[in-house]
């Protein structure tokens, strides 16, 4: 059982179980002498009660008994939020072994992203914990049969990035107000109605947060946000894990390195320290920490479109679910036990607190996807859940994507993302990536153009989808889509 110590006033505080929890605000938000508690209230703190926690040095009248359990200070360490990037060989029912492994230790996932292809998957999962379980966790997660690598890359500088579709109620009095703001954080209008307006947004998770505060005071209609994604910022130099990879492409870059660092890279091959690299026509095949894969999600699937002659199309499923452990691994049992393939997945906090909202993508005819949408309203947990496909629904993903590029190439590489409205979040050497958000045909166009220059990693959000008020479908505005 947990240790309870009392506070001052006579309330309780609950020394945190080994079960991590979601709930990191009070280790997140604390400040010696005040206690912020989860609901954003705050109360004072006396001397006695900062003795317990070891932060004030002075003791009063009112300082607690010492036979009270006080809460260590080294706990606000231990449980803190951690990005664990898994990669997987793609088949029917990976998506709910994975869930189910943080759902049977108590792990609410905080967000979700994952990029499918034909054959692999990345997942880039949210939580929060501690360093120890987290380790056994991961250990779990190396078990499981088609897992390819796992890791945990809170410690490592990266570039993380989210997406949200945000639906306001406006009217002619605030309009200007709203367009200034969008202006500051750089989003984009998607939807405009008369009493509608839809925004996109793009950037960390501290910018997400500052979104929301600024826009719930307009009234916040509804919320459609993808998992946090992250890249690990490229290293300079030749010790950089895609840098054989980028020498390869563009001979130039040897020729900077030191003939002293060659020797030694040689020597480490010679002593089996490196396996030789294994170079693809496009995408990089050599080991990195131990791992020989090929690492890159490509946007060359993910879709069938109305044209199929047997009826079966892509269907984009909105769901509203109570944010509580074990609930994503509920719904995708219900999808992957009837045999569907998960074509996108996004899971994100809702406009309501307490409640997420689950996107995801699934083939099948209208008709069989009818009956999962009646065996999803079974569930307990799910609030409602939309089928958009029919409907003119806005829908966007976010990409991370980066290129092999030396000084000469990098050059085009940024034309080719300025004609793409893509952005450069972060630049090496022999590296450069790139953030996209856009539809699946802007993505597959995106990436095909880049492939010649070398693609070292992607990393993609599934599809998010908010109904279009306006009630303009861009499906039949953007012409025909690209063959996949």
Same mark, same amino acid.
């Given at each position: 059982?947990?240790?309870?110590?009392?506070?001052?006033?006579?309330?309780?505080?609950?020394?945190?179980?080994?079960?991590?929890?979601?709930?990191?605000?009070?280790?997140?938000?604390?400040?010696?002498?005040?206690? =912020?508690?989860?609901?954003?209230? *705050?109360?004072?703190?006396?001397?006695?009660?900062?003795?317990?926690?070891?932060?004030?040095?002075?003791?009063?009248?009112? +300082?607690?008994?010492?036979?009270?359990?006080?809460?260590?200070?080294?706990?606000?360490?231990?449980?803190?939020?951690? %990005?664990?990037? #898994?990669?997987?060989?793609?088949?029917?029912?990976?998506?709910?072994? #994975? /869930?189910?492994?943080?759902?049977?230790?108590?792990?609410?996932?905080?967000?979700?992203?994952?990029?499918?292809?034909?054959?692999?998957?990345?997942?880039?999962?949210?939580?929060?914990? %501690?360093?120890?379980?987290?380790?056994?966790?991961?250990?779990?997660?190396?078990?499981?049969?088609?897992?390819?690598?796992?890791?945990?890359?809170? =410690?490592?500088? *990266?570039?993380?990035?989210?997406?949200?579709?945000?639906?306001?109620?406006?009217?002619?009095?605030?309009? +200007?107000?709203?367009?200034?703001?969008?202006?500051?954080? $750089?989003?984009? #209008?998607?939807?405009?109605?008369?009493?509608?307006? @839809?925004?996109?947004? @793009?950037?960390?998770?501290?910018?997400?947060?500052?979104?929301?505060?600024?826009?719930?005071?307009?009234?916040?209609?509804?919320?459609?946000?993808?998992?946090?994604? +992250?890249?690990?910022?490229?290293?300079?130099?030749?010790?950089?894990?895609?840098?054989?990879?980028? +020498?390869?492409?563009?001979?130039?870059?040897?020729? =900077?390195?030191?003939?002293?660092?060659?020797?030694?890279? /040689? =020597?480490?091959?010679?002593?089996?320290?490196?396996? %030789?690299?294994?170079?693809?026509?496009?995408?990089?095949?050599?080991?990195?920490?131990?791992?020989?894969?090929?690492?890159?999600?490509?946007?060359?699937?993910?879709?069938?479109?109305?044209?199929?002659?047997?009826?079966?199309?892509?269907?984009?499923?909105?769901?509203?679910?109570?944010?509580?452990?074990?609930?994503?691994?509920?719904?995708?049992?219900?999808?992957?036990? $009837?045999?569907?393939?998960?074509?996108?997945?996004?899971?994100?906090?809702?406009?309501?607190?307490?409640?997420?909202?689950?996107?995801?993508?699934?083939?099948?005819?209208?008709?069989?996807?009818?009956?999962?949408? *009646?065996?999803?309203?079974? &569930?307990?947990?799910?609030?409602?859940?939309?089928?958009?496909?029919?409907?003119?629904?806005?829908?966007?993903?976010?990409?991370?994507?980066?290129?092999?590029?030396?000084?000469?190439? $990098?050059?085009?590489?940024?034309?080719?993302?300025?004609?793409?409205?893509?952005?450069?979040?972060?630049?090496?050497?022999?590296?450069?990536?790139?953030?996209?958000?856009?539809?699946?045909?802007?993505?597959?166009?995106?990436?095909? &153009?880049?492939?010649?220059?070398?693609?070292?990693?992607?990393?993609?959000?599934?599809?998010?989808?908010?109904?279009?008020?306006?009630?303009?479908?861009?499906?039949?505005?953007?012409?025909?889509?690209?063959?996949?």
């Amino acid at each position: 059982m947990a240790a309870i110590s009392l506070l001052p006033n006579g309330a309780k505080l609950r020394k945190p179980s080994s079960i991590p929890e979601f709930h990191c605000e009070f280790y997140r938000n604390f400040e010696p002498g005040v206690l =912020k508690m989860p609901t954003g209230k *705050q109360k004072s703190m006396d001397a006695g009660y900062g003795k317990s926690l070891g932060v004030f040095a002075a003791a009063t009248d009112n +300082a607690l008994p010492a036979t009270n359990t006080a809460v260590p200070v080294s706990t606000r360490s231990q449980v803190k939020r951690h %990005t664990i990037s #898994i990669f997987v060989g793609d088949e029917s029912g990976i998506i709910n072994r #994975i /869930a189910g492994v943080f759902s049977r230790r108590g792990y609410n996932i905080e967000s979700l992203a994952v990029g499918l292809n034909k054959d692999k998957a990345l997942f880039t999962v949210v939580v929060c914990g %501690t360093e120890k379980v987290l380790r056994q966790v991961v250990e779990q997660l190396n078990k499981l049969v088609n897992v390819w690598k796992v890791e945990d890359i809170s =410690k490592d500088p *990266q570039v993380e990035r989210e997406l949200m579709l945000i639906k306001l109620a406006t009217n002619p009095s605030i309009h +200007a107000e709203i367009m200034w703001l969008v202006d500051i954080f $750089r989003a984009n #209008i998607v939807d405009i109605s008369e009493n509608f307006l @839809t925004i996109e947004v @793009t950037g960390d998770p501290g910018k997400m947060a500052a979104v929301l505060r600024n826009l719930s005071k307009f009234g916040i209609k509804e919320i459609a946000r993808t998992g946090k994604i +992250a890249l690990r910022r490229e290293r300079m130099g030749e010790t950089a894990p895609f840098w054989r990879f980028s +020498a390869s492409s563009y001979p130039d870059l040897e020729e =900077k390195t030191p003939s002293n660092a060659l020797l030694e890279t /040689a =020597k480490r091959s010679l002593n089996g320290s490196h396996t %030789t690299l294994s170079r693809g026509d496009v995408y990089p095949v050599e080991p990195y920490d131990n791992f020989s894969m090929n690492q890159v999600l490509d946007a060359h699937w993910g879709v069938l479109y109305d044209n199929d002659s047997s009826g079966l199309r892509s269907h984009t499923l909105s769901m509203l679910v109570n944010d509580s452990p074990g609930v994503l691994n509920v719904v995708t049992g219900v999808i992957s036990r $009837r045999g569907y393939n998960i074509q996108s997945l996004a899971v994100g906090p809702a406009e309501k607190e307490g409640l997420s909202r689950i996107t995801t993508v699934v083939p099948g005819t209208d008709e069989s996807i009818g009956k999962l949408v *009646q065996q999803l309203h079974k &569930l307990i947990d799910l609030h409602g859940v939309d089928d958009l496909t029919h409907l003119p629904f806005a829908e966007r993903e976010l990409m991370l994507i980066k290129i092999a590029a030396n000084t000469a190439a $990098r050059r085009d590489v940024l034309d080719i993302a300025n004609i793409f409205r893509a952005k450069a979040v972060d630049v090496s050497d022999h590296t450069i990536t790139l953030e996209l958000t856009g539809d699946l045909n802007k993505m597959v166009a995106l990436q095909r &153009l880049l492939e010649p220059y070398g693609i070292c990693e992607v990393a993609r959000t599934g599809r998010v989808a908010l109904i279009r008020e306006s009630g303009v479908d861009s499906t039949y505005l953007r012409g025909y889509p690209l063959p996949l």
